[in-house]
Nanobody, 112 residues
Framework: VQLQASGGGLVQAGDSLRLSCAASGRTSTIYAVGWHRQVQGKEREFVGGVSWGGGGMWYADSVKGRFTISIDKVKNTVYLQMNSLKPEDTAVYYC??????WGQGTQVTVSS
């Protein structure tokens, strides 16, 4: 399984951004895809996840109500819609399948 994350950028506080995580390879073996973020020098933080079959989503308390995860099974792509962004959301965002296959990160920077 290979994952390709994209969509990061520089935005202002209150803005929205959508990240994409495109999966390829043996996608039929995926159980769930999660989004994580990491600030340099700090531990990686779980943001949210979705079951590959589309049965459910779950979120960290820090993003609940602002971030939404969705999945397009035709495109084998998982999205992270981020609304009402805050400076503390600034981080490198990663997607991972079953915590075993990781994509490269995409930088999200939120200016105040």
């Amino acid at each position: 399984v290979q994952l390709q994350a994209s969509g990061g950028g520089l935005v202002q506080a209150g803005d929205s951004l959508r990240l994409s995580c495109a999966a390829s390879g043996r996608t039929s073996t995926i159980y769930a895809v999660g989004w994580h973020r990491q600030v340099q020098g700090k531990e990686r933080e779980f943001v949210g996840g979705v079951s590959w079959g589309g049965g459910g989503m779950w979120y960290a308390d820090s993003v609940k109500g602002r971030f939404t995860i969705s999945i397009d099974k035709v495109k084998n792509t998982v999205y992270l819609q981020m609304n009402s962004l805050k400076p503390e959301d600034t981080a490198v965002y990663y997607c991972a399948a079953d915590d075993a296959y990781w994509g490269q990160g995409t930088q999200v920077t939120v200016s105040s």
